[in-house]
């Protein structure tokens, strides 16, 4: 990946400029303060000193007020010593030096001038003083320290530069690349445009839920766009300091307007693009805000210097951004990079499943379908997942088998072995989880039961039935949604039937259940006595514990809402009961089977849920 060095001295050359200035410094100290430098004498106990005196061994003593310094005379090869001890009141020792005759006489006062007065002032501050400015060029990112915080965070990618990412690397969102594939050769072939009199989108906005693969677009652009690409996050913008964001912004801009044509990249849009008018409810924050204006300003006032600069942004939360950000003349497209059909699964899979080595069984067709509502990012870590599957079970190609596994680690979570049933917890489970897979094979809309199995898996799955749609559906209707429901009660009406009590295991069952059948009365229209109404994401003055905004209704209306709620559930419970009537043999049969073997699926189990009744009622 090739980064355009940003304009400042490399880092070396900082080293190496602040080991110059620090051995220029130690040099200065060096020759004003010799004393700072020069080795201090050995330092000997008085008793030893006037031993050595009384021996004859000193040859000259130079007293102070701190300090006596001494030197004995040389003796043989031994060079003369200057030695120093630490003064006593001893009145005798002047006439002991004159007994011995030794040269005495008061040290020297240190000679100082008004020149090394203020050079003891001055050098100190200075070395210390480009010492901090060095450290701070390297925190701040440049050579001008702490100023430099203003400066753009973005990294820019020269032209030609090899990201490693082309559109022949991005799969499932050929729409949106087909819009980015627009704007990479306008950038290349501007005149056909020109000519015609289309001018460009200023702006790009990639929006989409997390994983869809909104950055992977942005760098196949800067590996396809022979220009100069900007990238950039969100969060980057905003600092502690008033101000930073916006002189960020106006930097970015200005670095982008000198390198004309050039792509800005800005990741995670929300994060200095939200709604200023939310202000009032959740609390305003003025750089956030001033940081959103200048960017207002820059998209707006870039192009009158005749500079092409193409801003792409992303983000996951669209509705949160500032009216004024997505008008016309901003970012005047916004591309919709959803989760990827049935082939656009199959392409993302053959582009991961380059990377590793597959079975010659392995069906690519057949995972994609497995995988309904999976991600770009979903399906790369599922590949990796079956990989690494296959490399802990000491195989040396990845398999169908390992594709399989991988799914139910991540749908259903890992494999709890550890975790034990007793008897009569795990006839409860099979019993559950049949009652989930006779109810849902038997209704409409429900998805192909491809797996039955009793083995604990994630946090608290004691147990899971797995269902897979046959094709990639958009729509559904009353039916079908009543038919989901009562595949999510039956195995709540499975324990009624066998056992005549319920017990705990279908809480996350009820709350499926119950969330689905309000959303069929408050949003999708789906009730005869309420009408086509809908009851929520309603702006009005009322506000949630968690920040949502709910339509207020009346007390009247709202005790109508849990009525047709109830109606719904009560009714899908009874067809789900019904159901599981109707086929009670083959419910203890598989259920039997199911707790012999634990796990069923494949031919096995369709052979066996091919005998399903369907009650007249239902």
Same mark, same amino acid.
């Given at each position: 990946?090739?980064?355009?060095?940003?304009?400042?001295?490399?880092?070396?050359?900082?080293?190496?400029?602040?080991?110059?200035?620090?051995?220029?410094?130690?040099?200065?100290?060096?020759?004003?303060?010799?004393?700072?430098? %020069?080795?201090?004498?050995?330092?000997?106990?008085?008793?030893?000193?006037?031993?050595?005196?009384?021996?004859?061994?000193?040859?000259?003593?130079?007293?102070?007020?701190?300090?006596?310094?001494?030197?004995?005379?040389?003796?043989?090869? #031994?060079?003369?010593?200057?030695?120093?001890?630490?003064?006593?009141?001893?009145?005798?020792?002047?006439?002991?030096?004159?007994?011995?005759?030794?040269?005495?006489?008061?040290?020297?006062?240190?000679?100082?001038?008004?020149?090394?007065?203020?050079?003891?002032?001055?050098?100190?501050?200075?070395?210390?003083?480009?010492?901090?400015?060095?450290?701070?060029?390297?925190?701040?990112?440049?050579?001008?320290?702490?100023?430099?915080?203003?400066?753009?965070?973005?990294?820019?990618?020269?032209?030609?530069?090899?990201?490693?990412?082309?559109?022949? *690397?991005?799969?499932?969102?050929?729409?949106?690349?087909?819009? $980015?594939?627009?704007?990479?050769?306008?950038?290349?072939?501007?005149?056909?445009?020109?000519?015609?009199?289309?001018?460009?989108?200023?702006?790009?906005?990639?929006?989409?839920? /997390?994983?869809?693969?909104?950055?992977?677009?942005? =760098?196949?652009?800067?590996? @396809?766009?022979?220009?100069?690409?900007?990238?950039?996050?969100?969060?980057?913008?905003? @600092?502690?300091?008033?101000?930073?964001?916006?002189?960020?912004?106006?930097?970015?801009?200005?670095?982008?307007?000198?390198?004309? /044509?050039?792509?800005?990249?800005?990741?995670?849009?929300?994060?200095?693009?939200? %709604?200023?008018?939310?202000?009032?409810?959740?609390?305003?924050? *003025?750089?956030?805000?001033?940081?959103?204006?200048?960017?207002?300003?820059?998209? *707006?006032?870039?192009?009158?210097?005749?500079?092409?600069?193409?801003?792409?942004?992303?983000?996951?939360?669209?509705?949160?951004?500032? /009216?004024?950000?997505?008008?016309?003349?901003?970012?005047?497209?916004?591309?919709?990079?959803?989760?990827?059909?049935?082939?656009?699964?199959?392409?993302?899979?053959?582009?991961?499943?380059?990377?590793?080595?597959?079975?010659?069984?392995?069906?690519?067709?057949?995972?994609?379908?497995?995988? /309904?509502?999976?991600?770009?990012?979903?399906?790369?870590?599922?590949?990796?997942?079956?990989?690494? $599957?296959?490399?802990?079970?000491?195989?040396?190609?990845?398999?169908?088998?390992?594709? &399989?596994?991988?799914?139910?680690?991540?749908?259903?979570?890992?494999?709890?072995?550890?975790?034990?049933?007793?008897?009569?917890?795990?006839?409860?489970? &099979?019993?559950?989880?049949?009652?989930?897979?006779?109810?849902?094979?038997?209704?409409?809309?429900?998805?192909?039961? @491809?797996?039955?199995?009793?083995?604990?898996?994630?946090?608290?799955?004691?147990?899971?039935?797995?269902?897979?749609?046959?094709? *990639?559906?958009?729509?559904?209707?009353?039916?079908?949604?009543?038919?989901?429901?009562?595949?999510?009660?039956?195995? #709540?009406? &499975?324990?009624?039937?066998?056992?005549?009590?319920?017990?705990?295991?279908?809480?996350?069952?009820?709350?499926?259940?119950?969330?689905?059948?309000?959303?069929?009365?408050?949003?999708?229209?789906?009730?005869?006595?309420?009408?086509?109404?809908?009851?929520?994401?309603?702006?009005?003055?009322?506000?949630?514990?968690?920040?949502?905004?709910?339509?207020?209704?009346?007390?009247?209306?709202?005790?109508?809402?849990? #009525?047709?709620? =109830?109606?719904?559930?009560?009714?899908?419970?009874?067809?789900?009961?019904?159901?599981?009537?109707?086929?009670?043999?083959?419910?203890?049969?598989?259920?039997?089977?199911?707790?012999? =073997?634990?796990?069923?699926?494949?031919?096995? $189990?369709?052979?066996?849920?091919?005998?399903?009744?369907?009650?007249?009622?239902?």
């Amino acid at each position: 990946m090739a980064i355009k060095d940003s304009p400042q001295a490399p880092r070396s050359r900082q080293i190496g400029n602040f080991l110059l200035l620090l051995g220029v410094g130690f040099l200065l100290l060096n020759l004003f303060f010799p004393q700072l430098f %020069s080795p201090r004498p050995p330092q000997v106990p008085y008793s030893v000193f006037i031993h050595q005196v009384e021996e004859g061994e000193v040859n000259r003593v130079y007293i102070s007020q701190d300090e006596i310094l001494y030197q004995l005379k040389p003796k043989g090869d #031994r060079p003369a010593q200057v030695l120093a001890t630490t003064p006593i009141f001893d009145l005798e020792l002047p006439k002991r030096l004159e007994a011995q005759g030794v040269e005495f006489a008061a040290a020297p006062p240190p000679r100082n001038s008004w020149v090394l007065n203020i050079l003891g002032w001055v050098i100190p501050p200075i070395v210390f003083v480009l010492i901090f400015q060095f450290f701070a060029s390297r925190q701040a990112g440049g050579p001008q320290g702490v100023l430099s915080i203003s400066k753009s965070r973005a990294k820019v990618y020269v032209e030609g530069a090899n990201t490693g990412i082309r559109f022949d *690397d991005v799969a499932g969102v050929e729409e949106a690349k087909a819009e $980015l594939v627009e704007i990479v050769d306008f950038l290349k072939n501007p005149q056909r445009y020109i000519q015609i009199g289309a001018r460009i989108p200023k702006g790009v906005l990639l929006v989409g839920p /997390p994983g869809t693969g909104k950055t992977l677009l942005a =760098k196949a652009v800067a590996g @396809e766009a022979n220009v100069p690409f900007f990238s950039i996050s969100g969060s980057e913008f905003v @600092e502690l300091f008033v101000g930073v964001g916006s002189a960020r912004v106006r930097d970015l801009f200005e670095q982008a307007k000198k390198q004309a /044509p050039c792509i800005v990249f800005i990741d995670e849009l929300d994060a200095i693009g939200k %709604s200023r008018s939310s202000a009032g409810f959740y609390g305003g924050n *003025d750089e956030r805000e001033q940081t959103l204006n200048q960017l207002l300003t820059e998209m *707006d006032g870039f192009d009158a210097t005749g500079a092409t600069v193409i801003v792409l942004a992303a983000t996951n939360r669209p509705e949160t951004l500032d /009216p004024a950000l997505l008008r016309p003349g901003r970012f005047d497209r916004q591309v919709l990079v959803d989760r990827p059909d049935l082939s656009g699964r199959e392409a993302i899979l053959k582009i991961h499943a380059k990377k590793v080595k597959l079975a010659p069984e392995v069906d690519l067709h057949a995972i994609a379908a497995r995988t /309904p509502g999976f991600a770009g990012a979903d399906l790369a870590n599922l590949v990796n997942e079956a990989a690494l $599957l296959a490399a802990r079970n000491q195989r040396e190609v990845v398999t169908q088998q390992d594709f &399989a596994e991988a799914i139910e680690r991540i749908v259903a979570g890992l494999e709890k072995k550890s975790r034990v049933l007793n008897e009569k917890e795990k006839k409860i489970v &099979a019993y559950h989880e049949v009652g989930h897979a006779l109810v849902g094979c038997a209704l409409p809309g429900s998805g192909r039961v @491809e797996k039955i199995s009793i083995v604990p898996r994630g946090m608290a799955a004691l147990g899971y039935t797995l269902q897979l749609p046959t094709e *990639d559906r958009f729509l559904l209707d009353e039916q079908e949604l009543r038919a989901q429901i009562a595949t999510l009660l039956g195995g #709540r009406s &499975a324990e009624e039937i066998v056992f005549g009590t319920i017990t705990t295991g279908a809480a996350n069952d009820l709350q499926r259940a119950t969330d689905l059948a309000e959303r069929m009365v408050r949003s999708y229209g789906m009730s005869k006595v309420l009408g086509p109404l809908a009851f929520e994401q309603k702006q009005s003055s009322f506000l949630t514990t968690n920040g949502m905004m709910l339509r207020a209704v009346s007390e009247e209306t709202a005790q109508a809402i849990d #009525r047709e709620v =109830k109606e719904i559930v009560e009714s899908a419970h009874q067809q789900a009961l019904s159901i599981l009537k109707e086929n009670r043999d083959l419910l203890e049969a598989i259920a039997q089977k199911l707790l012999e =073997k634990e796990v069923i699926e494949g031919e096995e $189990l369709q052979e066996l849920l091919a005998q399903v009744k369907t009650p007249a009622a239902a």
